[in-house]
């Protein structure tokens, strides 16, 4: 279901587990910071015309987290996979699962040329999870953070 501002509450209470934000900001986030964070990704970051923005999902009515495919900065033919999972639904193929979708939906719907993640290289899972779906690191930006990618082509190729 497509991620609104009545998601708050839920974004608030994942972005309160340190272990979750570990690799984010280091640290739990406040209520004021979440509010930040969802202003900036439901501004610029999102293109609900294109069929860029974020999502969530649940589980049994559970709330598992999100996944986006965000608006990169100059970046038109581009998407920003991103997803962030509450700790208890880690280690089940949810973050792989939604962000496998959102990966598909990127290419086949939105038209995007090129999905792009970025992570920390600290972060084993996420970097697992990029793999698996078929990303690439291509840079490191800077020391310790790096830069995974997937085109159109690697990804039908991945496909069939």
Known sequence: MPATLEHIDLFAELNCDPDV?????????SRAEVEEEWSRRFGPRTDESRGLGYWVGYSDARFIGWWGLGVPTGQLD????????????????????????????????????????????????????????????????????????????AWRAAMH
């Not at 934000?21 to 986030?29: C, D, E, L, N």
């Not at 719907?109 to 990303?135: C, D, E, F």
């Not at 800077?142 to 990618?149: F, I, K, M, N, Q």
């Open 78 to 153: 581009a998407g920003e996979l991103g997803f962030r999972i509450k700790s208890e639904h880690w280690r089940r193929g949810f973050g792989f699962e939604g962000a496998r979708c959102v990966i598909d939906h990127g290419f086949s719907t939105v038209g995007v040329r090129l999905i792009w993640a970025g992570t920390v290289a600290s972060n084993a899972a996420s970097r697992a999870t990029l793999t698996k779906l078929g990303l690439r690191c291509i840079d490191e930006p800077a020391p310790g953070v790096l830069t995974y990618a997937i085109t159109l082509q």
């Open 21 to 29: 934000m570990r690799y984010v900001t280091g640290r739990s986030s």
